[in-house]
């Protein structure tokens, strides 16, 4: 029994004597626990919804009201376009466009058939799945309110299109988002990795006497993991497409483009993370930290952002992977263009090079 005891006192001398992995140890499960009570919220709300009402009456408007005040349905801040109602779809200013066509008062009062359109983005087959209810429960709220007691209800219907994903298949919808999980774990563990252990066995200090600068040595590490970053990329890519399913509508330059952009923000948090830690455990715990959590928690991969606490919301900004999921389903699902994603790209741009500034700077400081 002594013996024990001694082994338990010597490995808890050990773990007090590393205080990084216990932070990690205990800072890990406690944003877990923050992240997944608040982030998870399987609640569809605030589903933004863009109206065309060509009725321009005052049923139409009450009909619109009864959306909004619904619950379930926000306003979308962009006004769709006449001539081209799915634009706002593809750039994700709206989940559902509802369009009301001329002679709608007219039906409601005389209780002839109608139709009424819905467009709905089925890139989320929860989110499409939950619209089409939602909006079906608020037109037959909005006629009874207007029916006398005992009267039929009028043949004023609600034709649903759902656009991008007809048969609403969820992998649709996680598989894309998955490679962008997927790459920015691979790419900030491999450079975390490698710089550690170059630290760890003591050869940085080796590879420093030689005639290069500090920017060279990281360009240098860097270089291959771009590489090996974009052969997974395009592996994962590969079956997305054959083996789920997965359409391809958009550009495949396009994306090779946002992807290196993306790819470089990843291995940006992997030099970072090298600057904070020695050992290549501590680096494979960290990257996990700071890049698996984000990414599937903050960046809407299974998650609405718009759902989240504000706090959070703030927080997910600076999450890389949060523009390249809209940037790679936009490009998938919807075959969108650079003038549709130039604001997420801008902001990927913007955000990678900040890390990478960042990153460069801490690793310079650390070695210089």
Same mark, same amino acid.
């Given at each position: 029994?002594? *013996?024990?005891?001694?082994?338990?006192?010597?490995?808890?001398?050990?773990?007090?004597?590393?205080?990084? @992995?216990?932070?990690?140890?205990?800072?890990?499960?406690?944003?877990?626990?923050?992240?997944?009570?608040?982030?998870?919220?399987?609640?569809?709300?605030?589903?933004?919804?863009?109206?065309?009402? =060509?009725?321009?009456?005052?049923?139409?408007?009450?009909?619109?009201?009864?959306?909004?005040?619904?619950?379930?349905?926000? *306003?979308?801040?962009?006004?769709?376009?006449?001539?081209?109602?799915? *634009?706002?779809?593809?750039?994700?200013?709206?989940?559902?466009?509802?369009?009301?066509?001329?002679? =709608?008062?007219?039906?409601?009062? @005389?209780?002839?058939?109608?139709?009424?359109?819905?467009?709905?983005?089925?890139?989320?087959?929860?989110?499409?799945?939950?619209?089409? @209810?939602?909006?079906?429960?608020?037109?037959?709220?909005?006629?009874?309110?207007?029916?006398?007691?005992?009267?039929?209800?009028?043949?004023?219907?609600?034709?649903?299109?759902?656009?991008?994903?007809?048969?609403?298949?969820? @992998?649709?919808?996680?598989?894309?988002?998955?490679?962008?999980?997927?790459?920015?774990?691979?790419?900030?563990?491999?450079?975390?990795?490698?710089?550690?252990?170059?630290?760890?066995?003591?050869?940085?200090?080796?590879?420093?006497?030689?005639?290069?600068?500090?920017?060279?040595?990281?360009?240098?590490?860097?270089?291959?993991?771009?590489?090996?970053?974009?052969?997974?990329?395009?592996?994962?890519?590969?079956?997305?497409?054959?083996?789920?399913?997965?359409? =391809?509508?958009?550009?495949?330059?396009?994306?090779?483009?946002?992807?290196?952009?993306?790819?470089?923000?990843?291995?940006?948090?992997?030099?970072?993370?090298?600057?904070?830690?020695?050992?290549?455990?501590?680096?494979?715990?960290?990257?996990?930290?700071?890049?698996?959590?984000?990414?599937?928690?903050?960046?809407?991969?299974?998650?609405?952002?718009?759902?989240?606490?504000?706090?959070?919301?703030?927080?997910?900004?600076?999450?890389?992977?949060?523009? =390249?999921?809209?940037?790679?389903?936009?490009?998938?699902?919807?075959?969108?263009?650079?003038?549709?994603?130039?604001?997420?790209?801008?902001?990927?741009?913007?955000?990678?090079?900040?890390?990478?500034?960042?990153?460069?700077?801490?690793?310079?400081? *650390?070695?210089?």
């Amino acid at each position: 029994m002594d *013996k024990i005891r001694y082994i338990a006192i010597k490995e808890l001398r050990h773990i007090l004597r590393d205080p990084r @992995s216990l932070i990690i140890a205990i800072l890990m499960p406690i944003l877990m626990t923050f992240l997944y009570g608040y982030a998870i919220n399987l609640d569809i709300k605030n589903i933004k919804l863009a109206v065309l009402d =060509f009725d321009n009456s005052f049923e139409s408007r009450e009909l619109v009201g009864y959306f909004y005040n619904s619950g379930y349905f926000l *306003k979308s801040e962009a006004a769709p376009n006449l001539y081209d109602p799915e *634009k706002i779809l593809k750039t994700g200013d709206a989940n559902a466009v509802l369009v009301i066509p001329p002679g =709608f008062a007219d039906a409601v009062a @005389s209780q002839e058939e109608f139709e009424l359109g819905l467009s709905v983005d089925g890139a989320d087959a929860n989110m499409s799945a939950a619209t089409s @209810s939602y909006s079906s429960m608020a037109l037959m709220r909005f006629i009874e309110a207007k029916l006398p007691p005992g009267m039929e209800i009028p043949g004023v219907t609600l034709s649903t299109q759902v656009l991008y994903n007809p048969d609403l298949k969820s @992998s649709h919808f996680f598989v894309p988002g998955l490679i962008a999980v997927i790459l920015m774990m691979i790419s900030a563990l491999l450079t975390s990795i490698t710089i550690a252990r170059e630290k760890e066995t003591g050869t940085m200090e080796q590879l420093l006497t030689a005639p290069v600068t500090p920017q060279q040595v990281i360009i240098g590490k860097v270089i291959p993991y771009i590489g090996l970053a974009l052969l997974d990329g395009i592996f994962i890519l590969f079956f997305a497409v054959f083996l789920f399913g997965v359409p =391809f509508n958009g550009s495949i330059l396009l994306m090779l483009f946002f992807g290196i952009i993306y790819i470089i923000a990843a291995l940006s948090i992997g030099i970072f993370i090298s600057t904070l830690v020695k050992t290549q455990q501590l680096a494979m715990m960290a990257a996990q930290l700071v890049t698996v959590l984000p990414s599937v928690m903050l960046s809407g991969y299974i998650f609405e952002i718009k759902n989240m606490p504000q706090i959070l919301q703030y927080l997910t900004y600076m999450v890389p992977a949060k523009y =390249f999921l809209i940037i790679i389903r936009g490009i998938m699902l919807k075959g969108a263009d650079f003038t549709i994603l130039w604001i997420q790209g801008t902001f990927l741009i913007l955000l990678t090079i900040f890390l990478l500034t960042i990153a460069t700077k801490k690793f310079s400081l *650390k070695i210089g």
